[in-house]
């Protein structure tokens, strides 16, 4: 299998840990999106929505969106499950995830921050202020879904709502989002990097990353 990633997309970050979590072989192809790689049309032709992650199987069959690839992945290969079976705890794993994946990603991924810029003339401070707002906004609703009772969100080992949390906490990071106010999101990030197969899906730790300031 190919998975199309870059190294610093928190959605590439989430299914790179669920490969490895899960042991599955792949090889990592990099998609360079602040140089427009994702718009070239043979990228295109596999990802006509022009982000990461895409996963092409061996048969050539190529997957798109993280949350349906994710879904793919846990329901293929199950062990370790990563999305309950149990129908309320399913409910409460996604609910978490989704709130990462559909309220907090799509206002502060790449094309929005470029669109502040180019269409509305945003500054680099306002940019900021922008990014944090929303991750500030949607860790609050995130936190108090948490009973902080358990190392990772829902128990004793990663579920799809710790690799979703993860992966954002990357991005506030980068953002110098203040943090303080979310222990349990930041025990559960400290928990997720305890573990070597989520350390090695780490943006860091990818061939294609690069030194930023």
């Known amino acids: 299998m190919k998975l199309y990633s870059y190294w610093r997309s928190t959605t590439s970050y989430r299914v790179r840990a669920a490969l490895n979590l899960k042991g599955v072989a792949y090889e990592t192809l990099p998609v360079d999106l602040v140089a427009?790689?994702?718009?070239?049309?043979?990228?295109?032709?596999?990802?006509?929505?022009?982000g990461v992650p895409t996963l092409v199987l061996d048969d050539g069959a190529a997957l798109t969106q993280s949350m349906a690839?994710?879904?793919?992945?846990?329901a293929t290969w199950p062990e370790p499950r990563l999305i309950p079976a149990d129908p309320m705890e399913r409910a409460r794993v996604l609910a978490v995830a989704h709130g990462v994946a559909m309220d907090i990603h799509p206002v502060n991924n790449l094309r929005v921050i470029k669109a502040l810029g180019t269409e509305f003339g945003a500054s680099a401070e306002q940019k900021q202020a922008w990014m944090q707002h929303w991750m500030i906004e949607g860790f609050t609703a995130i936190e108090a879904q948490l009973s902080g009772a358990t190392?990772?969100?829902f128990g004793d080992t990663?579920?799809?709502?710790?690799l979703?949390?993860?992966s954002q906490m990357y991005n506030a990071e980068r953002w110098e989002v203040?943090?303080?106010?979310?222990?349990i999101l930041k025990k559960i990030?400290?928990?997720c990097l305890a573990i070597p197969a989520i350390q090695a899906?780490?943006?860091d730790n990818q061939h294609d990353a690069k030194e930023t300031t």
């Open 178 to 183: 203040p943090l303080d106010a979310f222990p």
């Open 158 to 162: 990663p579920s799809l709502a710790d």
């Open 151 to 153: 190392p990772f969100a």
């Open 189 to 191: 990030t400290a928990n």
């Open 36 to 50: 427009g790689a994702q718009s070239a049309p043979e990228y295109l032709a596999l990802n006509p929505g022009a």
């Open 69 to 74: 690839i994710l879904d793919y992945i846990d």
């Open 201 to 203: 899906a780490h943006p």
């Open 164 to 166: 979703c949390i993860g």
